[in-house]
């Protein structure tokens, strides 16, 4: 279990939970002025038989983190946020993290958009990157 003492500064326990996400916790995040980051000490409910961090775990942190940074963006534009819908979502593993490494996301919402949202985002540790994640999101239920 994550402790004060080894998260790095401005991570709170995540906001946003839900049923899916329940078995990963203590999921953390903070919010900057232009994205919400997600970060976790990696255990062994993040991870596949090999114990190496499993790749839908970091797809879906990554969605979460770059749908939320896209409602940063939109409200920062002065857009309504309505529900945002992944439309497209393709990752690249580009390295690896086990048991006790701290991961976290780093998003930059590329493209907002009338109808659709694009971000990119890169999960790492300790500068290191594991995952880069492209998304395209569906701004749904807001009327224009």
């Not at 990157?129 to 224009?144: D, K």
Request: overall charge neutral.
């Amino acid at each position: 279990m994550a402790t004060a003492s080894d998260i790095p500064s401005g991570f709170e326990p995540h906001f946003k939970k839900s049923a899916f996400t329940d078995p990963w916790e203590p999921l953390m995040s903070r919010t900057l002025d232009n994205q919400v980051q997600i970060g976790v000490r990696v255990s062994s409910a993040h991870c596949n038989s090999r114990g190496l961090v499993h790749g839908a775990f970091l797809a879906a942190i990554a969605d979460n983190a770059m749908g939320l940074s896209v409602g940063v963006e939109l409200r920062n534009h002065g857009l309504e946020v309505g529900s945002l819908v992944t439309a497209n979502l393709s990752i690249d593993y580009v390295g690896m993290a086990a048991v006790g490494d701290w991961i976290a996301t780093d998003t930059e919402v590329i493209k907002i958009g009338k109808n659709l949202c694009v971000a990119n985002c890169l999960v790492g540790k300790s500068e290191q990157p594991v995952a880069r994640v492209n998304a395209t999101f569906q701004n749904r239920g807001v009327n224009r």
